[in-house]
């Protein structure tokens, strides 16, 4: 699976592509193409295919114009790629009422949602976040969540962290899963079905017995060796019990 990077593009063309900021006037007729439309054919076709199937060729093929006319609008890959992650996070819904839990709960399930709508962002490496408007916007809102609780600034941004960082890594076990039954085939319960007959038979339970009671357990309750839904609702709710501890903690004027 190919992996892309963030920032690795011209900052200022970058920023300037993410903000709206217009180039140079063009004298002539008005040009076939925007900016945005580029934008979301790129979008459609990451979507669909991957970042690997991705190349300015094949935008030009998608919008039927000459691939040379798409760098008069972007200058390249790195550039199109960090304004298709900002155009990508616009829609950010933000956190309802009723309590900082079901604030934070809001905000990890648009994140789980935003990775299965867009599968080809769990493929860039974000160390160097494109700081667009939408991506600023959806980083206001999480914070929102938070807002009000007694918390530091720098503990505020480190629970948005993790909560997204839980959301992103269950989402990539969830989209390889469903990768992988796209790709061979084979459903997780065709898939256990037809391996833990033939384990039976080969495993010894003494010699491992904690897993073999355990990973039962969890092959007949899922039907599968994994179930990302169940790990990311778990996770989610024993991580908000730990943010619930360090709320009080500040409450109580704990340092």
Do not use: C
């Not at 300015?56 to 200058?75: K, N, Q």
């Not at 085939?185 to 009671?213: C, F, H, M, N, Q």
């Amino acid at each position: 699976m190919t992996t892309e990077y963030s920032g690795a593009g011209d900052p200022k063309r970058t920023l300037d592509l993410m903000w709206g900021v217009p180039d140079r006037p063009r004298r002539g007729p008005k040009p076939r193409l925007t900016v945005e439309r580029i934008v979301q054919a790129a979008v459609e076709i990451a979507d669909a295919e991957g970042l690997e199937a991705l190349s300015m060729r094949r935008i030009a093929d998608e919008l039927g114009v000459a691939p040379m006319s798409i760098y008069t609008y972007v200058p390249g890959k790195s550039e199109l790629i960090d304004v298709m992650m900002d155009r990508a996070l616009a829609g950010f819904t933000p956190p309802p009422g009723g309590g900082w839990r079901t604030a934070l709960e809001h905000v990890a399930r648009e994140n789980w949602r935003l990775y299965h709508r867009h599968p080809w962002l769990l493929q860039v490496s974000a160390t160097r976040p494109p700081l667009g408007p939408n991506m600023l916007e959806k980083y206001e809102r999480e914070l929102g969540a938070v807002e009000g609780l007694g918390l530091t600034d720098l503990e505020m941004d480190s629970v948005v962290a993790l909560v997204n960082g839980f959301a992103e890594s269950s989402a990539r076990v969830s989209v390889d899963a469903a990768q992988a039954e796209r790709r061979t085939g084979l459903s997780d319960k065709e898939w256990w079905e037809a391996t833990s007959p033939v384990l039976a038979k080969l495993i010894d339970a003494t010699r491992y017995p904690l897993g073999s009671r355990v990973g039962s357990a969890s092959g007949e309750a899922h039907n599968s060796a994994v179930a990302p839904g169940h790990v990311f609702e778990f996770g989610l709710q024993r991580i908000l019990d730990g943010i619930e501890v360090l709320v009080r903690e500040r409450a109580n004027g704990g340092v």
